[in-house]
């Protein structure tokens, strides 16, 4: 098993940044493909980035890509995710996930734990 705890959420202004924060436990991620996920009120959950286990492949949903990015801190068993130049449209529930089978991170990417989710708003 492994537990995913998400913090860094909250309310920003159009055009701020904010960081979130994946702290990982119960298992060492450092095999693992970390990612984030987002759903919006009444929209189905996005898969936005995600990151290998090597840290030398990423990916990005074209709504994120430029905006936002994805590291990894193996050793402290964390994941982030900055997020600049935020939009109203960004305002979500932001999930991180893990797939400990290590796969390269792509939109097909199953998913097999979740954390409980960080609330994200941007003002307008």
């Known amino acids: 098993q492994v537990q995913l705890v998400e913090s860094g959420g909250g309310l920003v202004q159009t055009g701020g940044s904010l960081r979130l924060s994946c702290a990982a436990s119960?298992?060492?991620?450092?095999?693992?493909?970390m990612g984030w996920a987002r759903q919006a009120p009444g929209k189905e959950r996005e898969f936005i980035t995600g990151?290998?286990?090597?840290?030398?492949?990423?990916y990005y949903a074209d709504s994120v890509k430029g905006r936002f990015t994805i590291s990894r801190d193996n050793a402290k068993n964390t994941v982030y995710l900055q997020m600049n130049s935020l939009k109203p449209e960004d305002t979500a529930v932001y999930y991180c996930?893990?797939?400990?089978?290590?796969?390269?991170?792509?939109?097909?990417?199953?998913?097999?734990?979740w954390g409980q989710g960080t609330q994200v708003t941007v003002s307008s």
């Open positions: 990151i290998w286990y090597k840290g030398n492949s990423t």
């Open positions: 119960g298992r060492s991620i450092n095999q693992y493909t």
């Open positions: 996930a893990t797939d400990v089978h290590g796969s390269r991170p792509s939109i097909r990417t199953i998913w097999d734990y």
